[in-house]
Structure formats: C-alpha cells, structure tokens
C-alpha cells in the first residue's frame, strides 16, 4: 500500500511538472515581474506602461494580446537615452521594428570574425539573426529610444520549456550569415503570379523606414485599391508584409491563422474582428497602434482620416498562417463587398461624416463580385522598375 501511495503521489509531481513545462512562456514571461500586457489592442506601444528588466538593464514590458498567445512573442524595449544595452545572445532569429528613437546595433559572431554595425530610426525594420551577439544603443541623449521585438520562442519554448536554453547559447549554428550584403539594400525578386502579373518579394535584413517604403505593387483582391511590400529576411523562417491604402477606403473582411502581429506605423483608422456568427470588436488605431486577430477570426481595416494608412504585418510561423492571406479559397476566407453586414459599411460612412468627410468606395464594388481597382499605373511603375 504505502509503495502504491509513493507510486501515485509521484505521478501528481510529475503531472503538474509537465502542466508548468507547457505553460513555458508564459510561466517565463510573468516571473520576470516586468508589465505583460493583455486585452484585444493596445492604443500606442510608444506610451505603454514598462517595468525595469534587471537583467537587460532597460524598462520593457511583454505583449499577450487575444489572438498572439502560445505562437509570436511580441516586447517592447526601451533604451535610456545615450545608453547601450548588455551584449545579447538568441538562439531565435528577432525581427525589430523601431517605434521612437534613432541609434545603431552591432551584430557579431563569437570568433569575432564577422561583425557588422549599422544604424537604426524611427519606423526601421530589422533582423536580429539567431545565433549571433548583439547589442543596441540609443544614439540620442536627451530621449529614450523603443523598440518592438517579435519572435517565435512561445513555439520553441513548447518543445524545450527552459528559457535558459534559448540565450547565450554557445551554438555556433548559422555563423556564416554575416556574409556580403548583410545589412546592405534589401533586394527585389519578382514572382510571376496569375494573369501576367508580377507579386514583388523583397529580401533584405534592413528597411530604413516602413513609414515612407515606397516599393509597392498591387494588393490584388484585397479591395481599396491597396498596394503591398512582401517582405522575406535572407535563410530565416520570420517574413512580413506592409499594406498601404488611401483615405476614404477599406479592406475587404478576410481570415487566417493566429500570431500575426499588426503595428502601425502610419494612418488613422479602425480595424473590426468578429468570430464568424458573433459579435464585432472595434479596434481604433493610429500611429503605434497595436492589434493581433485571433485565428480564423475575421477581420477588416478602415481609413478614416486624410492620407494613406499603413499597416505592418509581423508573420507567425508558417504552419499557423491559414490560408487566408493567400486568398485560396475567398468564399470561405475572405467576404466580398456584395457580401458584407451592412453594419460595415453604415459605421464606415457615419465614421467619415462624423469627422467631415466622405466616402471613397466606388458603388460599382457593392454590386460586383468581380469589381477590382484600376492598378495600370502601379502596375507599369512596377514593370519600369524590374531589372
């Protein structure tokens, strides 16, 4: 009897040992006793209360937004001003976009053999590359610099729920990255798609500025005649795409996976979500605004004030991305116009009326399934611009 007591309190140690092991992250992120944000947005990441870090040396704070959980790790750090941080190591390759500040990041190997410096400002967007040092400064003296950091170690923590693991490794894996054009222009290459078009894919591990990225094609079958960046970072699984589209307009509603992580970095709008059949969530946004749509949940963006919105798209894993993005099959991952509640358009206008404007949205696309926007001169901009 006494050995079948040990036997069955063994078994309760270890169930709830393997119960803390799959809540890794998260069990990670709140012993750190830093802010670890949650909700369905929150309106500016460049005001969001931060806590002291003290092993990082720096304030920052842990996003857990509906829709990110389990799949995208989404920080915020901030760096003093004229402050450089402490020397880091990731096993995970960390995409950065740069919400306030201007400053420069040194990435180098262990050997010291390869080493690259660059500099960095508001709205850059950059590749820390696993396996690599790196360390930030603020170049400016008289403010603090903060910076959006996405991941995929919630996914890596799943299958190896020791956080230790993931830094300061001494894996030397991935030492030959810092080679040629590392942080250099980003380059272009064209994807033929269907009808003759071109889908442009840039492939680069530095944008300067996502705020003024000007190397747009057609966003086709999105609706509001918008236009997109792709954007790949060079032997790294982490890719993201910028959309663009004018005053006046909005997207079409459409669907996909969870942990895709939205900023933004220009504009003034309102994005609705809503589980198909239930009730709509509104998500105003401006610059810094940040949302992420929970998986499968629908989900559309409006323009309401007066110049081109922009929003930026930091993508989970692949195997979590769905099929919406791609448009594969729109009756079931993306609603037509025709199709639409017509609560999306009533608030869409009584949105636009309420600030003095109106709407932009041809007619023609409420009543043809197949309506889609003059892009001729994006397209032939494009065409002139292939090398």
């Avoid at 894996?173 to 040629?180: E, K």
Wanted: charged fraction near 20%; include cysteine.
């Amino acid at each position: 009897m006494t050995e079948e007591l040990k036997v069955t309190q063994a078994s309760e140690d270890q169930i709830a040992a393997n119960r803390a092991a799959q809540r890794g992250y998260e069990s990670w992120i709140r012993s750190i006793g830093i802010p670890v944000h949650e909700g369905y947005y929150l309106d500016d990441l460049r005001t969001i209360e931060l806590g002291w870090w003290e092993e990082r040396q720096c304030n920052a704070a842990f996003l857990q937004l509906e829709g990110q959980q389990g799949v995208a790790e989404a920080r915020v750090t901030e760096i003093a001003p004229g402050q450089t941080l402490p020397p880091l190591k990731f096993a995970l390759d960390d995409v950065v976009y740069v919400l306030e500040g201007r400053g420069f990041c040194t990435v180098s190997s262990d050997d010291g053999q390869s080493s690259r410096t660059f500099e960095w400002q508001k709205h850059s967007l950059f590749l820390l590359p696993r396996n690599y040092t790196h360390q930030l400064s603020n170049a400016q003296g008289d403010r603090p610099a903060r910076l959006l950091h996405n991941n995929y170690l919630p996914v890596a923590m799943v299958g190896v729920p020791d956080p230790e693991f993931f830094f300061n490794n001494p894996s030397t894996s991935g030492a030959d990255r810092l080679v040629g054009e590392f942080y250099s222009e980003a380059k272009v290459h064209n994807r033929p798609i269907a009808n003759g078009r071109v889908r442009a894919q840039w492939i680069g591990n530095f944008f300067p500025d996502m705020r003024s990225w000007d190397k747009l094609v057609p966003f086709y079958g999105r609706g509001a005649g918008g236009t997109t960046v792709f954007i790949e970072f060079p032997d790294s699984p982490m890719t993201c795409h910028m959309s663009v589209f004018d005053a006046g307009t909005y997207k079409k509603g459409h669907r996909h996976g969870p942990g895709f992580v939205i900023v933004i970095p220009r504009g003034e709008g309102y994005s609705i979500m809503w589980p198909e059949g239930h009730e709509k969530i509104i998500i105003p946004w401006h610059e810094g605004s940040v949302f992420v749509p929970p998986a499968r949940w629908f989900h559309q963006h409006f323009n309401v004030g007066e110049e081109p919105a922009r929003y930026l798209a930091l993508h989970p894993p692949r195997p979590f991305s769905g099929t919406g993005e791609r448009v594969e099959n729109p009756a079931a991952n993306q609603i037509e116009y025709p199709d639409e509640d017509p609560f999306i358009r009533e608030k869409f206008e009584g949105e636009l009326g309420a600030r003095g404007s109106r709407s932009l949205m041809p007619e023609i696309a409420y009543q043809d399934h197949n309506f889609e926007w003059d892009y001729s001169a994006v397209e032939a901009q494009v065409r002139s611009s292939q090398p």
